[in-house]
């Protein structure tokens, strides 16, 4: 019944040092979701790949629903048969947030904070401590998207922006690899797992 | 020997479109090469390819190599007997031949003579040469980039799934990329998913139509372009097919199925080429246009699908479209709020190259080349000033910022709806043109003052900054330049000097690093792609070299010289001239002849001399104005008529005399007579 297509669309995050090869899935012509294999993240090959659905799961909803607007979208029908949409659960949390960032973030202190979260994640990983660390990326990676919503970041400085994440991102993917490698990579098949030990240069 | 038809077929998800036609054509050529150099006979190998599927069909093809007679060489005959008897080497070569040492023959060659032995190689059979034939034809093809997936180290454009590989009835038992070849093949991915088995290879494109996979490349885009046009016969409209889009469509589906849907006839007050843009780039669409040419509210879409509903597959595309055309309308409305002029400042915060400045920088140098080149061909050197100013600020605008290919299309637009004088506005778009060698050039005279000066200033920009072409890399794509401001020069007939626009270019620039000789490399650099116009004229590298010996810096000029270079050359006399020009040359180059020297007409005495003396002076009286108006087509068939005297001298006189006068004053007349040719060309290039 429906014209589903998949279109080459390929993935890269610089910013991540990830990248991945696949389609955008089209429904009668609108893309609904995406799929991507992962060749590589934090500037390590993916093996095995790991593969990537990201649904547009409002996207298929409104085709479901036959609305135009995301805001249009039935959230949920109330016991007296009022119905509730999307727009009334998050529209005035989306005008607030936007205002917020486009217009009051304090600039001054995300600048801090940006330096904050490197320095904290260059100690964790001191300490060995990946996990934590990443959190601290995925923190520095958001506070430098507010600092661009702002308009913060001049065209050369963006550059270095996206190169102190990308450290940060490739330096807790190789202590994450290490740190599974020093526990001898217990969740991978057998005949990987003696590849991957004996492949000393591989990290 | 029999022969039968050979299938192949790699099944893999959804191949980037871009590369399909490359991959399939490399897979077929791949597989002929093998068969060639394994001297397998065949009559025809087809390559087919859908987005999951690169296949290649081989006709007639023989089921096995022919038989080989193979010589073999053993040793020298002097080492194969001592004394009657075999040596030790004679036995062994015997030995290695599976023969005794007198049913060796001997090899008679220059060299002396050897033993030997002709040896029946038996040819191999088709099943087993194909394996490693395969493999090769399929590890060689050129896949722009690979990916791996799962937990395989197999690398591919996108993930495989099946191998065919069937020699008639029979699988061969090939393998590639972690595949083993069988007879099963899958047909539409909705259609028909279910596993189909091939029974003969002659069977495949009937069982993947019944299918519905259309695996015939041509035919699956002639069948989209029937029914784009059955589609639009029913709107009673004209659909433009775009050859390119055409074949980008015919790379995405399997089973095409045209589908008619239809936009808000409000967008259509957006200029038709935003929203053609629009279509086209987001969702492949077909356009269409009425009568008169005008963008009509309908659009053809290519599914992949034979819908039982085709309405909710339209409803569907609508609903894409709807927003994409209203961003469209939205960039419009937006831009419009403000004029094409207020946005001259913003230019000087975009970079155009970075030794080289702002847009605004480009703007300013542009501007005064432009007006330069206006005078020059009777322009307005207002008018150029203002279209160069303004050239490039649709580039920031909304919607040349998402559709890149309508910079200056929106430029000539904006421009017009801001009262710009007509021609300002119209060499907006011009500046652009010509896009490639056979386009249209600009018709104003400040498009073509605009189009010119702006490739001129690119052109010393990027040499200055060392960065001109080298072998296939021209990132500034300045071959392209250098061939647009030949053909405006040639087909606008303006007999301007390009040195001295290069000049002018080049002065425009204060803080280039590498100014040594500028103009003189630019200027030889562009003289040189005459070569390459020149084959799109059908004027042979010997027609190019023979004008280009001049020191030519006219590009009209030199492409008169061309014309009549090759209108002189299929002349009987051709040859005949340039063989004699040859000679000439040759004699004075010899002599070391100045060429300055004066003919003394008392010292001619031959009559053969005394003729072409005659001949050449008169003819030098009536082609004087025949080169000064360029009219060189005519000069060379005046000239041509000296044929006979030359020969006749060449024939008669003795050139080398032996009295230093007389041979000084011959020297003399060929240098004249050179001199007469060498007004047009250097006609001794020429074949002879």
């Known amino acids: 019944m429906h014209d589903i297509r998949f279109v080459e669309d390929n993935w890269e995050s610089p910013t991540l040092g990830a990248w991945g090869l696949g389609w955008e899935i089209w429904l009668n012509g609108m893309e609904v979701t995406q799929f991507t294999y992962f060749q590589q993240a934090g500037g390590i090959e993916c093996f095995p790949v790991t593969g990537e659905l990201t649904y547009g799961i409002e996207r298929i909803a409104m085709y479901l629903q036959d609305v135009d607007s995301v805001y249009d979208l039935v959230w949920t029908v109330a016991p007296d048969g009022t119905k509730v949409t999307y727009g009334d659960v998050y529209l005035q949390n989306e005008r607030e947030q936007s205002t917020y960032n486009f217009e009051h973030a304090d600039v001054e202190q995300l600048f801090k904070a940006f330096d904050h979260q490197e320095q904290e994640c260059g100690k964790l990983l001191d300490a060995k401590l990946p996990l934590p660390a990443y959190e601290q990326v995925l923190k520095a990676s958001h506070t430098f998207n507010l600092l661009d919503a702002r308009h913060a970041i001049s065209v050369t400085e963006r550059q270095r922006f996206i190169l102190r994440v990308r450290t940060m991102a490739r330096n807790v993917a190789h202590s994450y690899y290490d740190s599974r490698k020093a526990e001898g990579f217990p969740m991978a098949p057998e005949a990987l797992r003696r590849e991957l030990l004996a492949d000393q240069g591989d990290a | 020997m029999a022969v039968n038809t050979l299938l192949l077929e790699l099944g893999a998800e959804e191949l980037p479109p871009s590369a399909l036609d490359t991959l399939s054509d490399a897979f077929a050529n791949g597989i002929q090469r093998g068969l060639e150099d394994a001297g397998v006979t065949f009559d025809n190998v087809t390559a087919y390819a859908t987005p999951r599927r690169l296949a290649v069909q081989v006709r007639e093809l023989a089921d096995k190599q022919p038989d080989r007679n193979v010589e073999r060489r ?105 595949l083993e070849a069988s007879r099963t093949t899958f047909g539409h991915r909705f ?139 939205f960039f419009y409305e937006t831009d419009r709020k403000r004029t094409l002029a207020s946005r001259i400042p913003m230019l000087e915060s975009v970079v155009f190259q970075q030794k080289l400045g702002t847009l605004a920088d480009k703007a300013r140098r542009t501007s005064a ?3 330069l080149i206006a005078n020059q061909i ?21 919607m040349v910022l998402e559709f890149p290919e309508l910079q200056g299309i929106m430029g000539h637009y904006y421009a017009k709806q801001d009262g710009e004088p007509h021609e300002v506005a119209t060499a907006l778009e011009e500046q652009y043109l010509p896009r490639f060698a056979a386009d249209d050039i600009p018709h104003t005279a400040t498009g073509k003052a605009l189009a010119l000066a702006d490739r001129l200033d690119t052109l ?102 061309l014309r009549a270079v090759k209108a002189f050359a299929q ?118």
């Not at chain 2, 046009?229 to 015919?250: F, H, K, R, Y």
């Open chain 2, 571 to 688: 002349r009987e006399e051709a040859a005949a001239l340039a063989a004699a020009n040859k000679r000439v040359s040759n004699i004075l180059t010899k002599q070391s002849h100045d060429g300055g020297a004066q003919v003394d007409a008392s010292l001619l005495s031959e009559e053969a001399e005394k003729n072409l003396y005659h001949e050449i002076t008169n003819r030098r009286e009536s082609v004087a104005p025949l080169f000064a108006g360029g009219h060189y087509m005519e000069a060379l068939d005046t000239l041509a008529t000296l044929r006979q005297p030359i020969d006749d001298f060449f024939d008669q006189v003795m050139v080398m005399a032996d009295d230093t006068d007389v041979r000084n004053n011959r020297l003399a007349l060929l240098a004249s007579l050179q001199a007469l040719f060498l007004e047009v060309a250097d006609i001794s290039e020429l074949p002879q």
């Open chain 2, 378 to 398: 009777g322009g307005d050197p207002a008018l150029a000033q203002r279209a160069a100013e303004l050239a490039k600020c649709d580039l920031v605008t909304e």
């Open chain 2, 191 to 329: 259609h028909a998913p279910d596993a189909i088995q091939l029974a003969h290879a002659d069977d495949y494109l009937v069982a993947l139509e019944d299918a519905y996979v259309l695996a015939d490349r041509d035919k699956r885009r002639e069948r989209i372009r029937e029914q784009v046009l059955s589609e639009a016969e029913v709107q009673e409209a004209t659909a433009v097919i775009d050859e390119s889009l055409l074949a980008e469509v015919s790379g995405l589906v399997e089973w095409p199925v045209a589908l008619t849907g239809s936009f808000d006839e409000r967008f259509l007050e957006v200029p038709a080429e935003c929203l053609i843009s629009s279509m086209k780039a987001n969702q492949k669409y077909f356009h269409l246009v009425d009568d008169s040419g005008q963008l009509k509210p309908l659009f053809i879409t290519i599914s992949n699908i034979e819908s039982q509903d085709p309405d909710q597959v339209i409803q569907g595309n609508e609903k894409v479209i709807r927003p994409r055309l209203a961003d469209a309308a």
């Open chain 2, 460 to 561: 010393v920009g990027i040499f200055g900054i060392g960065q001109r072409p080298t072998g296939a890399k021209d990132p500034f794509a300045l071959r392209r330049a250098s061939i647009g401001v030949l053909n405006i020069l040639i087909k606008g007939e303006l007999n301007l000097d390009l040195r001295e626009l290069l000049a002018c270019a080049t002065e425009q620039h204060r803080d280039l690093p590498k100014t040594d000789g500028l103009v003189e490399n630019v200027l030889t650099y562009v003289m040189d792609r005459f070569r390459a116009w020149g084959q799109e004229e059908g004027i042979s590298a010997e027609m190019y070299l023979a004008v280009r010996a001049r020191p030519i810096t006219k590009p009209l000029d030199f492409a008169r010289r």
């Open chain 2, 74 to 178: 053993g040793p020298a005959l002097a080492a194969a007997f001592k004394d009657g008897q075999p040596t030790k080497a004679a036995e062994g070569f015997a030995r290695s031949c599976g023969v005794t040492v007198d049913q060796l023959i001997h090899l008679e060659t220059d060299k002396g003579t050897w033993l030997g032995y002709h040896e029946q190689q038996a040819g191999e059979t088709i099943q087993a040469l194909l394996p490693e034939i395969v493999r090769k034809a399929i590890g060689g093809l050129p896949v722009p980039k690979n990916m791996r997936w799962g937990a395989s180290r197999v690398e591919f454009s996108r993930p495989v799934h099946w191998l065919v590989a069937l020699y008639g009835s029979d699988v061969i038992a090939a393998e590639a990329l972690g």
């Open chain 2, 369 to 371: 080349i432009a007006q």
